[in-house]
């Protein structure tokens, strides 16, 4: 399995829900990563986990809280969103490999913020 | 700070064109260089990447980039496009250790194959 799965798709949500995006990687790897990516734009990195412990938070506002229940899974809890919160969430895993971090990404989640 | 600059934003070329496409970076010290490409409406896939050792890059679907030090530049390179290549191309790099997958994207080429 050389695969990084994020479900779901494709989500739209008001200003007052509360939703959650999951990540899955079952290729062993020790970091996992939330990064986010507006239309036109580069991916913009939100925060990293390692060995399942937040190493960095590229000052995401709140509204956006990441967990890593276990080395496997990758989740984003999102509430009181903005409509500038729109974007496609890319997740991403990666390995150390020959000097340098390979990472893989996950086909993204589609967010809507109405 | 690190950053990346693409100095192309939209290349257009007919099929059999060759392409390069160019990337900086500023960073003085160790760097992992990468290219991605985003086909529409898929996810972002690792074309090449350079870690260490030999300067110039083989990747998939017959793509090369060669990191030249001096330049501070690491130019993707294929000597003959095919309508498939249609893309959005991504240069990125992770300044050496302490920066964990930490990826600083340029801002993206377009690249426009036409029949």
């Known amino acids: 399995d050389t695969e990084v799965t994020q479900t779901p798709k494709h989500l739209v949500m008001g200003m007052t829900n509360k939703k959650s995006l999951k990540c899955e990687q079952h290729m062993g790897h020790r970091a996992m990563y939330w990064y986010k990516q507006k239309a036109k734009k580069p991916p913009e990195l939100m925060f990293v986990y390692s060995y399942e412990k937040l190493s960095i938070n590229e000052s995401v506002p709140s509204r956006f809280s990441p967990e890593c229940p276990n080395s496997s899974l990758l989740n984003l809890h999102l509430h009181a969103l903005q409509p500038e919160d729109s974007a496609l969430y890319l997740c991403a895993s990666s390995l150390y490999l020959n000097g340098g971090e390979k990472l893989f990404f996950g086909s993204g989640t589609q967010l809507s913020v109405l | 700070a690190q950053s990346v600059s693409q100095h192309n934003h939209h290349v257009i070329l007919s099929e059999a064109a060759s392409l390069e496409l160019g990337c900086n970076y500023s960073?003085?010290?160790?760097?992992?260089l990468f290219w991605y490409v985003q086909y529409p409406g898929q996810h972002l896939q690792l074309l090449l990447k350079y870690f260490s050792g030999d300067p110039l890059v083989k990747g998939i679907k017959g793509f090369e980039a060669e990191f030249i030090k001096s330049k501070f530049s690491f130019n993707l390179r294929k000597p003959s496009v095919q309508w498939s290549d249609t893309a959005e191309y991504f240069c990125?790099?992770?300044?050496?250790?302490?920066?964990?997958?930490?990826?600083?994207f340029g801002q993206g080429t377009t690249l426009q194959v036409k029949p």
């Open positions: 960073y003085g010290g160790t760097v992992n």
């Open positions: 990125a790099v992770n300044g050496g250790s302490g920066n964990t997958g930490k990826l600083i």
